[in-house]
C-alpha cells in the first residue's frame, strides 16, 4: 500500500472537503481503481458495457463526465471532484455506508439495488474491488495524518487533533473571505506540521483545547457553516486526551489488536471488576 503522490492527494483533499466524503474512502477508491493513475484506462465490473470503459484516478465514463461536467477525465481535480459529488449522492441514499457506497460506485446503483432485491452475490470482480478499497481505508484510517496523508504516527484519522483539523479546514474552506478563519487555519497548520515528537504529546492537550476555543470564536461569528464546519459542541477536546491516546496507540502496536479493542476490552474488565466487587459486598454481609 503506498500514499498518493502531493498533487492527486490535494485533488482527493480538496474533494472530500468540498463533499462531506471521507478522504480514507476517496483515496482507498482511488487506489484500488487506478493506483492513483489520472491517465488509467479503466474498465468497471458494470452490466451496461457503454459506461464501463472510463478514464482518470476513478475510472469515468463518458456520460458521468458529461452529466458532471468534466471536461477533461484525466484532471485530478476535475476526476476527483466528480467522483466525490458521485459519492456524496450515494452516501444520502446509502446512509454513508461504505460498503453500499462503493459498490454502487463500482456497478451501478441500479445494478446494485437488483442485485440486493434478488439476494444474488456481486459478481467476482466487484466484491474483489470491494475487498481492496475497505482494506485500503482501513489501513488510511489507522495512518492517516488530520490532513489525510500516511506520513507518520501522529495523529491517527479518529483522534481529537484530527477532528480538530478537520473541523478547522473546512471553516477555512466555507470561507475563503472571513479573515479570523483564515488566520486561524494559517496559525493551526503551522502548528500542526511541525515534526511531532513524542514526549511533547502531554502538552498537546492544552494547545488543542486553545486551538479549539478559537474555532469556538470563528465559528460563532463566520458567515457560513455548513456540513464541513460541524459545531464546537461536537468535539471539545480533553486535555488527557492525546496522553490516552498515545497509550492506547502503543498498547494496540504491541498486541496487534484492532481500533477500539482496547476501550472496549478495558470497559469490559472495569464492569467485571464492579461486578465482583458488588458480588463481594453482598457475600459478606450474609
Known sequence: MRTPPD??????????????????????LAWAISHYDPRAEVTLPKPDAANAKGRGL??????????????????????ARAAATLLARL??????????????????????????????PYPIEVRRLLEDTLNAQVWFQQRAEPDGRARGKWPLADTQAAKLDNAIEGLAAANAGFAP???????????????????????????LKDFWKAYDTAYARAPITDS???????????????????????????????????????????????????????????
Open 7 to 28: 498533487e492527486i492527494h490535494t485533488a482527493l483533499y480538496r474533494a472530500a472537503l468540498g463533499s462531506g466524503v471521507p478522504i480514507s474512502l476517496l483515496t482507498a
Open 58 to 79: 476513478f475510472g469515468l465514463s463518458q456520460r458521468a463526465c458529461d452529466v458532471l461536467g468534466v471536461t477533461d477525465a484525466t484532471d485530478p481535480v476535475q476526476n
Open 91 to 120: 452516501g444520502r441514499g446509502y446512509k454513508w455506508d461504505p460498503q453500499a457506497m462503493t459498490v454502487a460506485f463500482v456497478f451501478g446503483r441500479t445494478a446494485t439495488e437488483a442485485y440486493v432485491k434478488a439476494r444474488t
Open 181 to 207: 478563519a483564515q488566520r486561524l487555519v494559517s496559525k493551526w497548520r503551522k502548528w500542526r506540521d511541525k515534526k511531532r515528537k513524542p514526549e511533547s504529546v502531554a502538552n498537546e492537550g492544552l494547545a
Open 228 to 286: 464541513r464546519t460541524p459545531p464546537p459542541s461536537a468535539f471539545e477536546p480533553d486535555v488527557w486526551g492525546p496522553v490516552a491516546e498515545a497509550v492506547e496507540r502503543e498498547i494496540r502496536e504491541f498486541l496487534g489488536t484492532p481500533p477500539g479493542w482496547f476501550g472496549q476490552g478495558a470497559a469490559a474488565v472495569g464492569l467485571a471488576l464492579l461486578l465482583w466487587s458488588v458480588a463481594s459486598l453482598g457475600g459478606r454481609r450474609r
